[in-house]
Nanobody, 125 residues
Framework: QVQLVESGGGLVQPGGSLRLSCAAS????????MGWFRQAPGKEREFVAA????????YYADSVKGRFTISRDNAKNTVHLQMNSLKPDDTAVYYC??????????????????WGQGTQVTVSS
C-alpha cells in the first residue's frame, strides 16, 4: 500500500523559512514525478512545485518562484520543499503528490495518483 507522509510544517514568522519533507513508502518512486500543492482556508487546492524523476526538470508557481525550492532524494524515496522568505499568503495545508506512471511533472493535480495527508504551514507574526 502506497503511503506519503509529509512533515516539517509549523508556525513561522513572515520572512522566515521552513523545509517540508515527504517520505514515500510501499513503492519506489525514483522514476516518477513528484509535486507539492497547497490549500488555503476557503480556497481551492493549487499547484506549488513539481520535479521530474531524475530531478532534471522543476516547475514552480509564479507566486513561489525564487523563494521555494523543490528537491528529491531518490535513494530515500523522499521529496523536499525548501521555503524561504515566507509570507502570510503562504499559509495553507501543504500536500505532496506522486505521478505513479511517468517521470514528467505537471501542474495539474488531476495528473497525480497518490497524495499525502497534508501538513499545516502558518505564517504569522
Amino acid at each position: 500500500q502506497v503511503q506519503l507522509v509529509e512533515s516539517g510544517g509549523g508556525l513561522v514568522q513572515p520572512g522566515g523559512s521552513l523545509r517540508l519533507s515527504c517520505a514515500a513508502s510501499g513503492r519506489t518512486f525514483s522514476n516518477y514525478a513528484m509535486g507539492w500543492f497547497r490549500q488555503a482556508p476557503g480556497k481551492e487546492r493549487e499547484f506549488v512545485a513539481a520535479i521530474s524523476g531524475s530531478s532534471s526538470s522543476t516547475y514552480y508557481a509564479d507566486s513561489v518562484k525564487g523563494r521555494f525550492t523543490i528537491s528529491r532524494d531518490n535513494a530515500k524515496n523522499t521529496v523536499h520543499l525548501q521555503m524561504n522568505s515566507l509570507k502570510p499568503d503562504d499559509t495553507a495545508v501543504y500536500y505532496c503528490a506522486v505521478r505513479g506512471s511517468t517521470w514528467y511533472p505537471t501542474m495539474a493535480e488531476g495528473d497525480y495518483d497518490y497524495w499525502g495527508q497534508g501538513t499545516q504551514v502558518t505564517v504569522s507574526s
